[in-house]
């Protein structure tokens, strides 16, 4: 069955550092242009991507918000993605999702229409 589980979110303080991960099926991970990324629905604005990596070599990208802070990486064997927030602010409160696609431009990684999987998402708090 195809699915995304998230796990990792909960409440810290600014400055602090969470790690997301997201268990995916074998089917949402293989492929030559298969992606794996991150989004996130802040309060009063619409899903945004966050990070975005292929499972194949690892190119990833990121939202200008979170780079130097946030890191994506993949692990095949299990398979899984992460995300490694560090340096969080109250502007990193949302929920978190997981999404898997067929990407077959780089450019469109942190796009949200090639994603057609999705998880049911984990939430982050920061207060300040």
């Known amino acids: 069955q195809e699915q995304l589980v998230e796990s990792g979110g909960g409440s810290v303080q600014a400055g602090g550092s969470l790690k997301l991960s997201c268990a995916a099926s074998r089917f949402a991970y293989g492929g030559t242009y298969a992606a794996l990324a991150w989004f996130r629905q802040t309060p009063g604005n619409e899903r945004e991507a966050v990070a975005a990596?292929?499972?194949?070599?690892?190119?990833?990208d990121y939202a200008t918000s979170v780079k130097g802070r946030f890191t994506i990486s993949r692990d095949g064997a299990k398979p899984a993605v992460y995300l490694q927030m560090n340096n969080l602010n109250p502007e990193d409160t949302g929920l978190y999702y997981c999404a898997a696609g067929w990407v077959p431009s780089a450019a469109d990684l942190l796009s949200a229409p090639p994603y057609n999987l999705w998880g049911q998402g984990t939430q982050v708090t920061v207060s300040s």
């Open positions: 990596i292929y499972t194949r070599d690892g190119t990833a």
